[in-house]
Structures are given as C-alpha cells and as structure tokens.
Nanobody
Framework: QLQLVESGGGVVQPGGSLRLSCAASGFTLEDYTVSWFRQIPGIGREGVSCISRSDGTTHYADSLKGRFTISRDKNTVYLQMNSLKQEDTAVYYC????????????????WGQGTRVTVSS
C-alpha cells in the first residue's frame, strides 16, 4: 500500500520542541519533493516547509524561519520544531510530489493522515 505516515505530534509547553516524522510505505520518499503543511482551526491550511528532490533545497514559511528545520534521509522526512508557540497548534500533514523542486505546480501525489501538535501551558 502506497502511503505516508506522520508521527511525533503531541502536547508540549510553549518554548518546547517536537520532531515530526513522515515515513513512506510502498515507495521511496527520496524520489519525491516533500512538504509539510498545517491545518489551523478557523484559519485553514498553510505551507510550513518543503525539501526538494533535486538537491535538498529547503524552504520555510517566513514566520517559521529559525525555529523549524526540515531534513530527510532515504525514506523519511523530518520536521524539527523548536521554540514552539501556542499559535503553532495545528494538525501537521506531510505531502509528497513527483517534482524536482518545491515549485510543485500540481497536486501532490501522496498525503499523510496528519499528526496533531498542541502547544499549551
């Protein structure tokens, strides 16, 4: 079965850290450009970060630069989240696209089921 599975979400206090993982099943994730998105209630979905297939170039939402780091190995993409804030509370999704760069320009091929992150004191 071809799927992405996220893990690593949970409840953390403001200022804390979490590392999310996005693992591929049934295909090789390093053959894809992978992005993290998050769904915030009342706001909608927003792009968080992306790592390209071609050369591992990374992109971040401006508001998250310096706090979040995306990385990858052969079959997993990680999102290290530091200095978490309450406004980072969301369901985080990873998605994979058969595209060379983060300028994907078409629907993503695979989506995970999401992992919930709650930042609360």
């Amino acid at each position: 079965q071809l799927q992405l599975v996220e893990s690593g979400g949970g409840v953390v206090q403001p200022g804390g850290s979490l590392r999310l993982s996005c693992a591929a099943s049934g295909f090789t994730l390093e053959d894809y450009t992978v992005s993290w998105f998050r769904q915030i209630p009342g706001i909608g979905r927003e792009g968080v970060s992306c790592i390209s297939r071609s050369d591992g170039t990374t992109h971040y939402a401006d508001s998250l630069k310096g706090r979040f780091t995306i990385s990858r190995d052969k079959n997993t993409v990680y999102l290290q989240m530091n200095s978490l804030k309450q406004e980072d509370t969301a369901v985080y999704y990873c998605a994979a696209a058969d595209a060379r760069t983060c300028a994907v320009g078409k629907p993503y091929d695979y989506w995970g089921q999401g992992t919930r992150v709650t930042v609360s004191s």
